[in-house]
């Protein structure tokens, strides 16, 4: 669906109107509708939120979680004290009670199956094996005693400074398995291919699997406790170039977002290419400076609607599955 027309924004709004209408009037309901509203915001916007996630700077923070937990060790050592961060261990806000829930409710295939099958195995430094397991105990007890606060303390914010990297690594790489589904579906669409239905399967079921993941980073990004983290691990700010994207590190951030998985395998043409294999360098273009960026800065051409990046990779413009009218 293409909401930069008339039609397509007011068929949109229309979706959005009556699920908002829908999900207030039934509440045994509540769960199902955000589940195909997920879905449905999903089929909408996974080539903004793939953009996004294979920028520079937003791969530049993911791989500063990986590389710098050095600087969270020693604030971590030193918290408490005068030259330390300010104590965050004791409030807790609404949002973390949404994570907790999750968390428990999804304990045995977060901890036991997709945290640590996220973790790449050459990473430096390697996290021991048992780095989630006084996260899962804190988790349980949480929520069992409806407390909070033994959600995130000294003891298990190592712990949850893995997750959060997990669930980026885990929710960037499903947003790149829909758009490499989102191709071949586009050329069997446009060429009457005969299994054009099992591209649409394919496709589907891809959405429906990023899901878990999207919602899950969606809850740690607006708890207290990733607020918090960010906190300690900064020492409140006074680290924060440190772990801020650089301009002078785009190739390394772009070479390991392809190491990482982030980028899809349908990026073509020499735009794309040269910051990861040669080219002019660093995939600089006359139109990038360190100055003029923001979050479109790795768009390397104006789009013909005069935006830059707003065309997803300019060349090949995906196209989902059309939404049509109103789902609800």
Sequence with gaps: MDVSSAEGLANHAETLSDYLY????NLPERNDDS????QYLLSVCWEKLHRRFCSWQRLGLIRKFEERVDILDAHLAIVGTSSGPKDPFLSRGTGDRTLLNFLYGNKDNIFKKMLPSALPSDMHPQPSPSVFDKLYEAVVHAHEKKKLELLYTKETALGFHYLVYCVFLTAGRAIKLIKDRSKPLKIAGASKNVSYSEFVESFKSHITAAVLPMKFLQFVLGSTVFKDHIGVWT???????LLLPNWTEKRVNLIFGKKRQFMAESKKGPQQESPIEGG???GD?????PTGGG???????ESPSGRYGDNDDNDDNDDAPEVGKSIW
Excluded: R
């Design 235 to 241: 020492n409140d700010g006074e680290s924060l170039d």
């Design 295 to 301: 979050e479109n800065d790795d768009a390397s051409e």
């Design 285 to 289: 273009t006359p139109n990038e400076s």
């Design 22 to 25: 829908h999900y207030g009037e």
């Design 35 to 38: 589940m195909s509203f997920t």
């Design 280 to 282: 002019n360098g660093d």
